[in-house]
């Protein structure tokens, strides 16, 4: 299924970026497509665009508050030329790394509804058809760590959601999951700058 920046096929998630844009006319407020080298072998998987984050800039985890410490950390580790992400158009690059997610549009209360995280799984199963074999998928939070497993066709049971949790997956690659790099996780301290600076890092010693 080839992602179009035109889609409207969840009409509860169409009707409300059109308000969005009503009320935010400079806002990208459209489906934001994926960002990165499409032959990636790190693929992270977040799970939907922010209001004045991916929403309004049209790039993943770009002018959000979770945005500061993935690309803080993605810098630290070597996947992009700089720790941080200002606007679509800036100098950030990623380095053998893309960024998608279960979600492509803005969800109200940024809570997708299941049906809209399964009607836009086959975006992200074309993101992991394109995957090099002995790659990483790096899911952020178990929504987006759900929705991987369903667009593998493989079953849920045999891949239980949890921070650091590790898995084979199908052309040699591997699953690695953590808890959302979310204002609400990171201040809660659910999530360390450690804790993620760890799983992040073991992406790079698995490619290495």
Do not use: W
């Not at 997610?101 to 799984?121: F, G, M």
């Not at 929504?143 to 052309?171: N, S, T, Y």
């Amino acid at each position: 299924m080839s992602f179009s920046l035109d889609c409207r096929r969840c009409d509860r998630l169409a009707r409300f970026l059109d308000e969005v844009r009503a009320k935010h006319p400079d806002y990208h407020a459209r489906p934001v497509p994926s960002f990165g080298d499409p032959d990636a072998r790190l693929l992270i998987v977040g799970l939907a665009p922010g209001m004045h984050g991916a929403n309004a800039t049209g790039r993943p985890f770009t002018g959000d508050y979770a945005g500061i410490l993935l690309y803080k950390t993605l810098h630290e580790c070597g996947f992009a030329n700089r720790p941080v992400s200002v606007a679509a158009d800036d100098d950030l690059r990623l380095q053998d790394c893309r960024i998608t997610n279960a979600v492509r549009c803005l969800p109200p209360q940024n809570k997708p509804e299941s049906i809209e995280v399964n009607t836009c799984n086959g975006y992200l199963a074309d993101e992991l058809s394109a995957h090099p074999a002995g790659g990483v998928v790096l899911a952020l939070g178990g929504i987006a760590h759900k929705a991987v497993i369903r667009a593998l066709g493989l079953r849920q049971a045999d891949f239980p959601f949890g921070h650091g949790h590790e898995f084979g997956l199908p052309g040699e690659r591997r699953l690695l999951s953590s808890y959302h790099c979310s204002r609400y996780n990171t201040q809660t301290r659910r999530l360390t700058n450690e804790m993620f600076s760890a799983i992040v890092g073991r992406a790079r010693a698995l490619l290495a």
